[in-house]
């Protein structure tokens, strides 16, 4: 993606172009202290494309909902609407303006189809994404946004009422109630997924898949890929140290 159609202005939602080459987010990054308690992270378009095209690829492989993005979407939906408000001014009929157009088009399919990816989690493991939600630790990233929690929460309320208006107020007093936790299946953390080696790493533990066998450990090469379970790399996936494939 070619730089020079970006602004130089200031941008809300966390992000900020600091010149026509350079943008900056500020996001508080697992791993990295401040004395104000976040980093701001430097980067180019296209290091942020990039990291919306990690985060795609991973909450689409992955079976669970991941940690939600909302400053990586908030800064390519600015970026997008700073380059669209650039390419109006640009000349008709130059080249350039096709070219850009078309890789603009590419990033809102990246986009649309990582937040559609993520409303069909929240749909299907609703109870789940909830209660994950509601008994996450203090200082751990939130799994929702504020909109999707929102959504979440909608979408578990119009489910109740409606299995108690077409079912439930038909049945026995005793069979009037659902518990949701119980009736939605949860993410199947032991299927396999395949995956690529950011960052060597070393003594991860594999549990035997069954009872004849013992634990083991390996260790992930940089550039390799694995086929292996998901809930064995899920920290790692959470870490940035490997990618879905």
């Excluded at 809300?12 to 976040?38: F, H, I, T, V, Y």
């Excluded at 690829?57 to 408000?85: R, T």
């Excluded at 940089?222 to 879905?244: C, D, F, M, N, W």
Aim: glycine residues 4%; charged residues 35%; hydrophobic residues 35%.
């Amino acid at each position: 993606m070619r730089d020079d159609v970006l602004p130089e202005r200031q941008i809300p939602g966390n992000c900020k172009a600091g010149g026509p080459e350079r943008m900056a987010e500020e996001l508080d990054l697992p791993g990295q202290d401040s004395e104000e308690g976040g980093e701001e992270v430097v980067l180019t378009p296209a290091e942020l494309i990039e990291r919306l095209e990690q985060a795609w690829l991973n909450e689409k492989f992955a079976p669970e909902l991941l940690e939600s993005k909302s400053e990586i979407v908030e800064c390519v939906m600015e970026q997008l609407d700073h380059m669209e408000e650039n390419l109006r001014r640009a000349k008709k009929g130059d080249l350039k303006v096709s070219i850009h157009r078309m890789e603009m088009e590419r990033i809102r399919y990246v986009l649309s189809s990582y937040l559609r990816c993520r409303l069909m989690k929240i749909e299907k493991f609703f109870p789940h994404v909830l209660e994950k939600e509601k008994t996450r630790p203090e200082g751990e990233p939130p799994s929702l946004s504020p909109e999707e929690f929102a959504f979440a929460r909608e979408y578990m309320a119009n489910t109740e009422t409606y299995l108690r208006n077409v079912a439930l107020k038909h049945m026995p007093p005793n069979l009037q109630k659902v518990a949701l936790l119980q009736a939605v299946p949860k993410p199947d953390l032991d299927s396999y997924v395949f995956l690529r080696v950011k960052e060597r790493q070393e003594n991860i533990l594999v549990e035997p898949e069954s009872d004849e066998q013992r634990d083991y450990v390996i260790d992930l090469e940089e550039g390799s890929q694995h086929l292996i379970r998901y809930k064995t790399i899920a920290p790692l996936v959470a870490s940035g140290a490997v990618q879905l494939i």
